[in-house]
């Protein structure tokens, strides 16, 4: 798992709706990278839901997310608009899980992304990053609100 104070690696990913998301474009915010193991699956399912519920709050708290797995961009546009997400869903598809690979969080075996969450700041640098124990366990909400509060490492 990436470690915080280490840059944020380089990617460019596809969202749900055919826009390209680099880490250039998130220059200058701070955003929250949500890791997940797949669309549909019913954990995956509640995690982002319980997202969808506190955005509002998250982004006036001056954070943007962005949900990354390994499925495509025309899974993600069905899963948003079946659980009505407005977040955007980054495709890691095509090398399949290499950006979750940059980040520490692939899981070779099951070839998927580990659920984890990963603030980056508007430098570019990781400011906090969690993995949850168990592909089962849900990362709550608490936990970006946590970290939100946190300083910025210096």
């Not at 709706?17 to 990278?33: C, E, F, I, M, Y």
């Not at 608009?81 to 979750?100: I, Q, R």
Request: aromatic fraction near 10%.
């Amino acid at each position: 798992m990436i470690a915080p104070g280490t840059p944020a690696p380089d990617f460019t990913l596809p969202d749900q709706d055919g826009n390209t998301v680099s880490l250039a474009d998130l220059k200058g915010q701070t955003t929250v990278l949500v890791f997940y193991p797949l669309d549909f699956s019913p954990v995956c399912t509640d995690q982002l839901n319980v997202y969808q519920e506190v955005l509002a709050d998250i982004e006036a708290r001056g954070a943007k997310l962005y949900g990354i797995s390994v499925d495509s961009a025309y899974a993600h546009k069905e899963f948003a608009a079946k659980g009505n997400l407005t977040m955007p869903l980054l495709a890691d598809f095509h090398p399949k899980g290499e950006v979750a690979k940059k980040f520490g969080v692939y899981i070779e075996e099951r070839g998927i992304a580990g659920r984890a969450l990963v603030m980056i700041g508007p430098d570019g640098v990781v400011r906090w990053s969690y993995v949850s124990p168990s592909p089962l366990e849900i990362p709550g909400a608490n936990l970006i609100f946590d970290a939100l509060e946190e300083p910025a490492a210096a």
